[in-house]
């Protein structure tokens, strides 16, 4: 499946706007951490065997897919959320091709689907989801509400008040320290850098 294809799946399976948004902001911050989280761990790698196993697990267009398609079954599973991304898994699965880290990644970001959390991009889109919800929710209460009026400290002073975009899970956004090794502050910077490169599309 290549990243238009998948685009178009998105758009065809979510007709909230919004939806699709959300959609390409989470898939601009997985191609970033693709790209953060491959030079730190390379720094770390010297044998052939374990470059081409880097080259793998960085795919980014396979990265930048789950952001995408993360959330593309949700407004068909609004009568039966536990069914959240196994719609999705089924519609992959009736296309053909497409690859199970995809499929796992797709099924990783939602809780109570998929117990563990096994590689950088599982845990990646684990973070990346709830981070984009808090940081357009920082953009939408900027008085121009642009993201190129957010700062990095300007979410971080929000990141602890709990009544401020509840529904983004503080706990799921810390993921970036507890299991990717990135310090709060600099998700936040990647992120935020990633989103405002699409600031356009993200009509923000
Ligand atoms: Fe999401």
Request: hydrophobic content about 40%; some cysteine; overall charge negative.
């Amino acid at each position: 499946m290549t990243r238009d294809e998948a685009y178009n799946l998105m758009i065809q399976m979510l007709k909230s706007k919004n939806l699709q948004k959300h959609g390409l902001a989470v898939e601009a911050i997985m191609r970033a951490l693709c790209q953060e989280l491959r030079i730190k761990n390379k720094q770390s790698l010297r044998s052939k065997d374990l470059k081409e196993l880097s080259d793998k697990e960085f795919d980014e267009d396979e990265w930048a897919i789950v952001g995408l398609l993360h959330d593309a079954d949700y407004e068909l599973v609004e009568k039966d959320p536990k069914r959240h991304t196994l719609v999705t898994e089924e519609k992959l699965g009736e296309i053909g091709g497409v690859s199970e880290r995809i499929i796992n990644g797709i099924k990783a970001h939602h809780d109570g689907i998929k117990d563990s959390r096994d590689n950088l991009m599982e845990k990646s889109v684990y973070a990346s989801d709830e981070l984009s919800g808090l940081i357009t929710a920082v953009a939408l209460v900027r008085p121009d509400k642009k993201l190129s009026s957010v700062t990095v400290e300007s979410v971080m002073k929000k990141f602890p008040q709990k009544s401020f975009a509840a529904g983004a899970k503080r706990e799921q956004i810390l993921a970036c320290e507890k299991e990717l090794n990135i310090p709060l502050e600099e998700f936040v910077g990647i992120a935020l850098k990633a989103m405002q490169g699409i600031a356009g599309e993200l009509g923000l």
